[in-house]
C-alpha cells in the first residue's frame, strides 16, 4: 500500500546560513593596511597635507624670523668707500706705462697688509675697533662676541674690512662697513694713514739697503786717500784717488737706483662719509631666506622619499 506524498510542511526547513555569515564576515573584517586611506585621491590629498606642514615648518618659520629680525632687530651698517694706488718708477719701466709689473706686485703686497694681523692690531690699540664692534648697542647677530678668539676676530675684520685689487692693476678699492657713518669713514682714513706709512717704510727699507753700503764704500776709499796722502807716494794716492772716484760713482748709481724703487701711495678717492646704509637689506634678506629654505626643504623631501622608495623596493 503506498505511502502519500509528503507536503511542503513536511520537508525540514534549513536557514540560508550561507548569505548570514557572509554579512557577518563582511561587517567585522577589515580591509588589509588598516589607517590608510580608502581612495588614491585621499592618499595624494594626505601626502599633499604633509609637504604643506613641512613647507611651512621649515620653510616658513625661517622666513619669518629673517622678517622679525630684518624689520625690528638689525643694526644699520654703514659702508665708507676708498680708491688708492701704488706707484714707483720702477713698476713703470718694468712694463712701460703706469700699470707695471713692480706695482702690481707692491700692490699684492699692500692688499695682504691692509687684511693683516698688524693692521688689525693698530686698529684695536688706537681707533677702538673693539669698543665699536662689541658695543652691546647692537644687535647680537651682527656685532663681534665679547668671547671672540683671535681667529674669530680676524674673519669678523675680514668681514668688515674688504680690499680688492682690479685686475692686472696696481688700483685697490677700499670698504669698511661699520655701525656708524663717521665711524666707518674714521676708519678707513686709519687705514690709509697706516698704509701710507707702511709704503713709507718700505721704500726707506730699500734706500737702506741700495745707498748704506755704498756709503760705507765711500768712507773706506776716503780714509785710504788720506793715508796715502799721508804717505806722500804719488802712486799711492793715484790709487786711493781712482779708488775713490769708483766708489762715489757706484754711490750715485745706488741713489738713482733707489729713488726708481721709491714707492708712494696715491689716493684716487679719498673715504667716503655714507649717507645710508648698506645693510640690512629688507627684501633681498627675506629673499634669500626664503629662497634658501624652500631649496633645502625641497632637497630633503625628494631625499626623504627616495630613501622610503628604497627600504620599500
Not at 665708507?80 to 701704488?86: F, M, Q, R
Not at 754711490?251 to 724703487?261: F, N, P, S
Not at 634669500?288 to 626623504?304: E, K, R
Request: no cysteine.
Amino acid at each position: 500500500m503506498s505511502q502519500p506524498a509528503p507536503t511542503n510542511q513536511d520537508l525540514p526547513r534549513t536557514a540560508p546560513a550561507a548569505p548570514a555569515v557572509k554579512a557577518a564576515g563582511a561587517r567585522g573584517a577589515r580591509p588589509e593596511g588598516k589607517g590608510l586611506p580608502a581612495s588614491a585621491e585621499q592618499l595624494r590629498r594626505a601626502r599633499a597635507r604633509k609637504l604643506l606642514i613641512r613647507f611651512a615648518l621649515f620653510a616658513g618659520i625661517p622666513t619669518l624670523v629673517a622678517v622679525v629680525y630684518v624689520a625690528f632687530l638689525a643694526s644699520p651698517q654703514f659702508d665708507s668707500t676708498a680708491v688708492i694706488a701704488i706707484e714707483s718708477s720702477r713698476g713703470r719701466d718694468e712694463a712701460g706705462d703706469a700699470k707695471g709689473g713692480g706695482n702690481r706686485h707692491d700692490a699684492r703686497l699692500l692688499r695682504d697688509y691692509i687684511r693683516s694681523r698688524a693692521m688689525l692690531d693698530a686698529l684695536v690699540a688706537d681707533h677702538g675697533f673693539l669698543a665699536h664692534y662689541g658695543s652691546g648697542d647692537h644687535d647680537w647677530y651682527a656685532r663681534l662676541d665679547d668671547d671672540a678668539d683671535q681667529s674669530e676676530l680676524l674673519d669678523y675684520f675680514h668681514d668688515k674690512v674688504v680690499v680688492t685689487r682690479e685686475h692686472d692693476s696696481n688700483v685697490l678699492s677700499l670698504r669698511v662697513r661699520a655701525f656708524a657713518p663717521e665711524q666707518a669713514q674714521a676708519l678707513a682714513a686709519a687705514i690709509l694713514a697706516r698704509a701710507e706709512a707702511w709704503i713709507d717704510e718700505l721704500s726707506t727699507r730699500s734706500r737702506d739697503e741700495l745707498v748704506a753700503p755704498a756709503e760705507r764704500i765711500v768712507a773706506t776709499a776716503r780714509e785710504h786717500l788720506a793715508t796715502a796722502r799721508t804717505g806722500a807716494d804719488p802712486l799711492q794716492i793715484e790709487i786711493a784717488q781712482e779708488e775713490l772716484e769708483a766708489a762715489l760713482q757706484g754711490l750715485q748709481a745706488a741713489q738713482l737706483q733707489a729713488a726708481r724703487d721709491e714707492r708712494y701711495l696715491i689716493r684716487v678717492a679719498e673715504p667716503s662719509r655714507p649717507d645710508a646704509a648698506s645693510r640690512p637689506r629688507p627684501a633681498w634678506d627675506v629673499a634669500t631666506v626664503m629662497i634658501t629654505s624652500l631649496v633645502l626643504t625641497a632637497v630633503l623631501s625628494l631625499l626623504g622619499a627616495a630613501v622610503r622608495e628604497h627600504a620599500n623596493f
